[in-house]
């Protein structure tokens, strides 16, 4: 079956680096995605990696996939205040493109 | 277009009414998909549109849900006899049939 599960909060201080994480069930997930939600907004793509790679980094965003337990995790350096947002895992399927969301996680960014 | 749009940014209608929901995708995305996020059920796949192909309904809650894509670009989700329970955020997003999906900023849906 597919369940995507999330820390439903985190809390950290401006400057800190912030870790949230996220398991699936899926093993023939291809993609796996972080999308970040601010509020009243939709869903912005902030990165995303294949089910091949372990990591992945783009600037302050470092993307870390262990395929034999089936976690994902998205750490965000220096994080700035601006970062606050709920953040969402997915993953896609090979041929059937639909995403499969995790709960989400809120991060609150403190000064 | 420069992003995903969607109209209306927020519709509020009685129990019972029809509402047509509409989704402009990003120019030359062949796929098209809509989602409904809501507090009680997080985000959920309702259908999914790829090109000249059959779609993929599988999501839809129940035959009340309807959606159509003309000409392979613009699309829209109706729903009928809408339920209290149908109050959401409607989110549509488009790709190239390729990994990444691109989000519109969703209609908010509160149905009285």
């Known amino acids: 079956g597919e369940d995507v599960e999330q820390s439903l909060f985190l809390s950290v201080r401006e400057g800190d680096s912030s870790v949230i994480n996220c398991t699936y069930t899926d093993s023939s997930s291809t993609y796996l995605y972080w999308y970040k939600q601010e509020p009243g907004a939709g869903l912005q793509l902030l990165t995303y990696?294949?089910?091949?790679?372990d990591m992945k980094q783009d600037q302050r965003l470092t993307v870390l996939l262990n395929k034999k337990d089936k976690h994902l995790s998205l750490r965000i350096a220096d994080t700035q205040t601006g970062d606050s947002a709920i953040y969402f895992c997915?993953?896609?399927?090979?041929?059937?493109?639909?995403?499969?969301f995790g709960t989400g996680t809120r991060l609150l960014v403190s000064p | 277009g420069a992003g995903v749009s969607q109209s209306p940014s927020n519709k509020v209608t009685e129990k019972g009414k029809d509402v047509e929901l509409r989704c402009d995708p990003i120019s030359g995305h062949t796929a098209l998909y809509w989602y409904r996020q809501s507090l009680g059920q997080g985000l959920e796949f309702l259908i999914y549109?790829?090109?000249?192909?059959?779609?993929?309904k599988s999501g839809l809650p129940s035959d009340r849900f309807s959606a159509e894509r003309t000409g392979g670009s613009v699309s829209t989700l109706t729903i009928q006899r809408t339920q209290q329970e149908d109050s959401a955020v409607y989110l549509c997003a488009s790709s190239k049939g390729g990994e990444t999906q691109y989000f519109g900023p969703g209609t908010r849906l509160l149905v009285l």
């Open positions: 549109f790829q090109g000249n192909s059959a779609p993929d």
């Open positions: 997915a993953e896609s399927q090979k041929g059937f493109q639909k995403l499969v």
């Open positions: 990696i294949f089910s091949n790679m």
